[in-house]
Structures are given as C-alpha cells and as structure tokens.
C-alpha cells in the first residue's frame, strides 16, 4: 500500500542530520523546526500523490474496492513470539488482544484505526499497536470494526459499544480509548454513548488527527492548509458513505456538533497542516466552553496521522501519550 511505501522510505533512510538526535534526546529544534525524516515524509507523499486517492467518490470507490480484495493487515508474523496475542470473535468480528508476554499489563488500550471509514487496518496501525505494548507494558485491544458503506454508523457504533464494555467487563481497571483519524472520531462518538448510556466511561480518551467534522466546513475554511495525505473533497464523500440519508453535522457523523459535557479526560495530536486542524481548533473552543477535560498538542507542519509514521515528531507525541496512559495527567497546552 502507498502508507506503507511512505513508511518503509522514512525507515530506509541512515542518514541523518544532528537535530533529529536532538529530537529523540527531547531536546528543542526550534519551535517550527521539522525533522528532516518528516521533510523526506512529506516530499515523498506529495511525489506519489497519496491523497490522489481521496480526491472524488469514484476514487474513494475504487480504493474501497481494492480494500476489500487485499483484506486487512494481519498482525505481523512475529507478533505470536513477541507479545500474548489472542483473536477472538466479538458480534461476528475480529477482535486482538495484544499484550506483554512477562509481565500483567500496566494498563488497557481500546484501539481504533483510522482510515476514512471506509478501510481497513494497516501495517502501520499494528506497528503502533506494538509500540505501545513493547514500551508501555499495556494490553492493547483491537476490534476490527465493520466498516462503510457495507454498514452504516449505527451498525458501527454498537459493535464499539458492546465490544468495549466486553473487554472492560473482562479486565477491570485503567482503560484509554484511542484511535487515529476515523477512529478518533469513533472514539469520540463512542464516549458520547456511553455518556448517554449513563454507562461507565473510559479513564482517558487519547485522539490522533481525529476527523471530527465531515461536513464542508473544513473543506471551505479558508485557513484549511494542504495536507499530502488526504484531500478535504473527500470529506463530504466519506460522510455520505458513512451516515447515509443523515445531515453531515449529525453528531454521530461529526462529534464535533455533539455535546461535550460529561466526557473523560482527553488529549488531542494534530499537525498545522492537517485538513483536520481548524476543526480540532473549533473543538478545543468547544470543549472549554463545556468544561470538557482536554488538552491539545499541536505540532507545527505536520499533516495527517503523523503519529504513526516513524519520525522524530511522533516519537515526541508518543513520550506525551505516554503520560497520558498513566496517573499523570497533560497539565498544559503544548505545541
């Protein structure tokens, strides 16, 4: 897959300059300082034209369709010596448990991919997925969610639900909900279920370039910045897809428009160059007025689901989502 070319040329590169081992020694580059991997990141993007994909339905469609011939990306092969692995079936779906061998989890992560919508789990998503095991020590659970336009968002959303409250029945304790685009808004939408429900709440919610408005504002907005990885055009699409017959500002559709009071505490990554960025900006407005707990984390240049790939600026993000799984709490905003 295109992601996954994007991925393996950041890997392949050894040659790097002096300010990206001062990024993973957490020292400062200068606050719109970009890593040279992420530089090499976006360049390749723009020269393989990722969001060539999203730019129209009949793209969105032909994607789609090559989707469902490949299938979803199954946990790498080596994940059965490294980790506790487990699939099980929950409603008729794939459900993985992922977890430390030598240890009990330090804590539990309910992880939703992104991906419109529409596709399916990538080796990128598992890649994260063994990230936060090997060097958190949490369980990590992945349901593989049915997706659009096969099902619509209410079939998804009560999967999410009766899977979610599974696993926390299954394993009391600390559990962070979190997903990347699509399935950061899930995540939200899923919180606000379980808010309606008057059912229990995760202890964090954790949202990664989260696609929280799907109608055109976005895609009209005049500060809305180019982003190589996906088109703003294909946000009206995806929600059509998504929540057919349903007004785009549904609340099911774009969370944003929902009610945020009674929400969890939450932490949000998004780059300035995200076609996301100025809803997340609207939400961050939205949420204070609510009262809603959440912090931001804005990292200046950097465009769609930049925390999964392997640079510099996700490796700061991921020491910050770090402290979000735990008993210490984001304070402040960031950037």
Not at 22 to 35: L, P
Not at 218 to 245: E, F, H, K, Q, T
Request: hydrophobic share 45%; proline share 8%.
């Amino acid at each position: 897959m295109i992601i996954g070319a994007l991925a393996a040329l950041v890997l392949g590169m050894v040659v790097l300059e002096r300010r990206d081992a001062a990024f993973y020694a957490g020292e400062s580059v200068g606050r719109n300082g970009i890593s040279v991997r992420a530089k090499a990141m976006i360049m390749f993007a723009r020269l393989i034209n990722v969001r060539g994909c999203w730019t129209s339905e009949v793209r969105i469609r032909a994607a789609i369709a090559k989707d469902r011939q490949q299938g979803p990306a199954l946990p790498p092969v080596d994940f059965a010596r490294r980790f506790a692995l487990e699939n099980i079936t929950q409603s008729g779906r794939p459900v993985y448990r992922v977890a430390p061998k030598a240890q009990s989890p330090t804590a539990h992560v309910f992880y939703l991919h992104g991906g419109g919508f529409v596709r399916s789990i990538t080796s990128l998503h598992w890649e994260f997925v063994a990230k936060l095991v090997d060097r958190l020590g949490c369980e990590v659970v992945v349901p593989l969610y049915p997706l659009a336009p096969e099902h619509a968002v209410d079939d998804i959303l009560e999967f999410l639900l009766r899977s979610y409250q599974a696993e926390l029945a299954r394993a009391p304790g600390f559990w962070t909900v979190m997903g990347d685009s699509a399935g950061a808004s899930l995540v939200l939408s899923l919180a606000m279920q379980l808010r309606n429900l008057e059912a229990t709440q995760p202890d964090r919610l954790v949202l990664m370039s989260p696609a929280l408005d799907l109608s055109q504002d976005d895609a009209a907005d005049s500060r809305n910045p180019s982003d190589p990885i996906i088109d703003s055009r294909a946000l009206p699409i995806l929600a059509g897809l998504y929540g057919p017959g349903l007004d785009s500002k549904e609340p099911r559709i774009s969370p944003l428009y929902g009610r945020l009071d009674g929400l969890p505490n939450t932490v949000i990554f998004v780059g300035t160059r995200e076609i996301v960025y100025p809803s997340v900006q609207r939400f961050m407005q939205a949420a204070q007025r609510a009262g809603m707990p959440a912090v931001l984390f804005e990292y200046p240049g950097m465009v769609h689901v930049w925390p999964l790939f392997p640079i510099p600026e996700a490796e700061r993000a991921f020491s910050q989502i770090a402290r979000a799984l735990g008993p210490s709490w984001p304070d402040r905003r960031e950037s």
